[in-house]
């Protein structure tokens, strides 16, 4: 991907290859793999009395190093592993960047089982299609760049033990933020990404997926149409009459991507799909100030608010901290909510934790996780581990729902990144390159997705 017509084309198979997943045939519960210790789901938590709202914000395709390797008192790194058994130092880089492969075939060669030191094998591409990529994974980007996001990290709390659940790109990464897992049955689980450019049920009839199985052979195109029946946050969400809602770039564009509940069928074929799923992403604005931002959201950027990497993508630090400001400024809202802001993959960009292998989907390659609430420890490193199944059964905890019964199970909550004994913190601004204007009353550029 080094010239311009390469680097569309992988944006394009990135994002129609990341953002969905599932099965026709729906699946149980996800069985825990060697090294699982599986803990009772729901718990008694102390956070329903404080925490009315959570904002699941979901940005796109960076490790832990690659944002945070020289963040103090965490776990971060500016040298790396090469497979021939040399080291190269991190380039500090800026946030613009060409993409890389992070499929399932990707993380193999850089986990390496377990050694790290894979990355200067793989090639440019979201798939691996292009050019071999070098020691261009290594790198991290200037804190300037992101400077909003240390900003909230020296505010309120950056987890650096957060693994994504599954060792893949961003299909089944949104997935696993919805679901936990994407097992269509006890030895089968979803993999990389659909065939086609629409990741859901509105995909072409032909659409197929890949899949892993439970003996880790790899099987390419031999997966369901990505139209699932498998149960999400969603069922338990409503089961306990708790409102949510899912704010989405128009479909026309990026959305119809990085649409997780697109992919499931009872959300796509039911009265849901209007009421409960909104676009354009932007309408968080409106439900924030009009004081109807319901008890669960999850907020899927524009892709030049995302993070990820392609050309012209540098609004993602300045979105999240003007629905972090607009939330802040209203005080009553602020004082009863929780926002989360997690990475759905890692990109493919170095990073050198191995991740535990749990069960035979993963855990993948450490992603970066911020918690930002008036009830959060202020500038806490938090090296719990953690996983996409955390955000979940925190959710699950807050208001004491029936669990999934997939990685919110095994996974560990998030008590540890709250103080609920303390008085809540007054809102403090947080700078941003772009005002919250620029992202509320501008057309946003939705940039239509290339199905050629």
């Given at each position: 991907?080094?010239?311009?017509?390469l680097l569309t084309?992988?944006?394009?198979?990135?994002?129609?290859?990341?953002?969905?997943?599932?099965?026709?045939?729906?699946?149980?519960?996800?069985?825990?793999?060697?090294?699982?210790?599986?803990?009772?789901?729901?718990?008694?938590?102390?956070?329903?009395?404080?925490?009315?709202?959570?904002?699941?914000?979901?940005?796109?395709?960076?490790?832990?190093?690659?944002?945070?390797?020289?963040?103090?008192?965490?776990?971060?790194?500016?040298t790396g592993k090469?497979?021939?058994?040399?080291?190269?130092?991190?380039?500090?880089?800026?946030?613009?960047?060409?993409?890389?492969?992070?499929t399932w075939q990707?993380?193999?060669?850089?986990?390496?089982?377990?050694?790290?030191?894979?990355?200067?094998?793989?090639?440019?591409?979201?798939?691996?299609?292009?050019?071999?990529?070098?020691?261009?994974?290594?790198?991290?980007?200037?804190?300037?760049?992101?400077?909003?996001?240390?900003?909230?990290?020296?505010?309120?709390?950056?987890?650096?033990?957060?693994?994504?659940?599954?060792?893949?790109?961003?299909?089944?990464?949104?997935?696993?933020?919805?679901?936990?897992?994407?097992?269509?049955?006890?030895?089968?689980?979803?993999?990389?990404?659909?065939?086609?450019?629409?990741?859901?049920?509105?995909?072409?009839?032909?659409?197929?997926?890949?899949?892993?199985?439970?003996?880790?052979?790899?099987?390419?195109?031999?997966?369901?149409?990505?139209?699932?029946?498998?149960?999400?946050?969603?069922?338990?969400?409503?089961?306990?009459?708790?409102?949510?809602?899912?704010?989405?770039?128009?479909?026309?564009?990026?959305?119809?991507?990085?649409?997780?509940?697109?992919?499931?069928?009872?959300?796509?074929?039911?009265?849901?799909?209007?009421?409960?799923?909104?676009?354009?992403?932007?309408?968080?604005?409106?439900?924030?100030?009009?004081?109807?931002?319901?008890?669960?959201?999850?907020?899927?950027?524009?892709?030049?608010?995302?993070?990820?990497?392609?050309?012209?993508?540098?609004?993602?630090?300045?979105?999240?901290?003007?629905?972090?400001?607009?939330?802040?400024?209203?005080?009553?809202?602020?004082?009863?909510?929780?926002?989360?802001?997690?990475?759905?993959?890692?990109?493919?960009?170095?990073?050198?934790?191995?991740?535990?292998?749990?069960?035979?989907?993963?855990?993948?390659?450490?992603?970066?996780?911020?918690?930002?609430?008036?009830?959060?420890?202020?500038?806490?490193?938090?090296?719990?581990?953690?996983?996409?199944?955390?955000?979940?059964?925190?959710?699950?905890?807050?208001?004491?729902?029936?669990?999934?019964?997939?990685?919110?199970?095994?996974?560990?909550?998030?008590?540890?990144?709250?103080?609920?004994?303390?008085?809540?913190?007054?809102?403090?601004?947080?700078?941003?390159?772009?005002?919250?204007?620029?992202?509320?009353?501008?057309?946003?550029?939705?940039?239509?997705?290339?199905?050629?």
């Amino acid at each position: 991907m080094v010239h311009r017509n390469l680097l569309t084309a992988a944006i394009v198979a990135v994002l129609s290859l990341a953002a969905c997943s599932g099965g026709g045939s729906g699946g149980g519960s996800l069985p825990a793999g060697p090294g699982a210790k599986p803990t009772a789901s729901p718990t008694t938590s102390p956070a329903p009395q404080y925490i009315k709202h959570v904002v699941i914000m979901i940005q796109e395709n960076r490790s832990f190093d690659n944002f945070f390797a020289t963040y103090p008192g965490a776990d971060g790194t500016t040298t790396g592993k090469t497979h021939d058994g040399g080291t190269v130092p991190l380039k500090e880089v800026g946030l613009i960047s060409f993409d890389i492969d992070h499929t399932w075939q990707g993380f193999q060669t850089e986990y390496d089982g377990g050694k790290m030191d894979g990355f200067d094998e793989i090639h440019l591409g979201a798939w691996g299609g292009g050019p071999p990529a070098g020691v261009y994974a290594y790198q991290y980007v200037k804190p300037a760049d992101i400077q909003p996001y240390w900003t909230m990290a020296q505010q309120y709390v950056l987890a650096d033990h957060m693994f994504e659940t599954q060792s893949s790109g961003s299909f089944v990464g949104h997935q696993d933020l919805i679901a936990g897992a994407t097992a269509i049955n006890s030895t089968q689980s979803i993999v990389n990404y659909p065939d086609s450019s629409i990741w859901g049920c509105d995909a072409p009839k032909a659409t197929v997926t890949s899949l892993i199985t439970s003996s880790h052979e790899f099987l390419p195109g031999k997966g369901p149409f990505p139209c699932f029946t498998y149960r999400t946050l969603r069922d338990s969400l409503d089961a306990g009459a708790v409102s949510w809602r899912y704010y989405v770039p128009p479909f026309a564009t990026f959305g119809r991507l990085w649409s997780a509940f697109d992919a499931i069928d009872a959300v796509r074929h039911g009265p849901e799909w209007t009421t409960n799923i909104s676009s354009p992403e932007t309408n968080v604005f409106k439900d924030i100030s009009n004081g109807t931002l319901p008890a669960v959201s999850w907020l899927i950027p524009d892709f030049p608010n995302s993070d990820h990497p392609g050309r012209a993508v540098t609004g993602g630090p300045s979105w999240v901290a003007s629905v972090v400001n607009a939330i802040g400024k209203n005080a009553k809202l602020w004082n009863s909510t929780a926002i989360i802001v997690v990475w759905d993959d890692w990109g493919g960009f170095y990073d050198h934790v191995a991740p535990p292998q749990l069960d035979y989907q993963g855990l993948g390659i450490r992603v970066p996780m911020l918690v930002i609430s008036p009830y959060a420890k202020k500038g806490y490193v938090s090296h719990t581990q953690y996983e996409f199944g955390s955000i979940l059964k925190f959710v699950e905890n807050n208001w004491q729902l029936q669990p999934i019964g997939t990685t919110d199970v095994r996974a560990n909550g998030l008590d540890d990144v709250f103080d609920f004994t303390q008085h809540p913190r007054s809102f403090q601004p947080i700078p941003a390159a772009f005002p919250q204007s620029y992202f509320e009353h501008r057309r946003p550029s939705y940039e239509p997705v290339d199905t050629e």
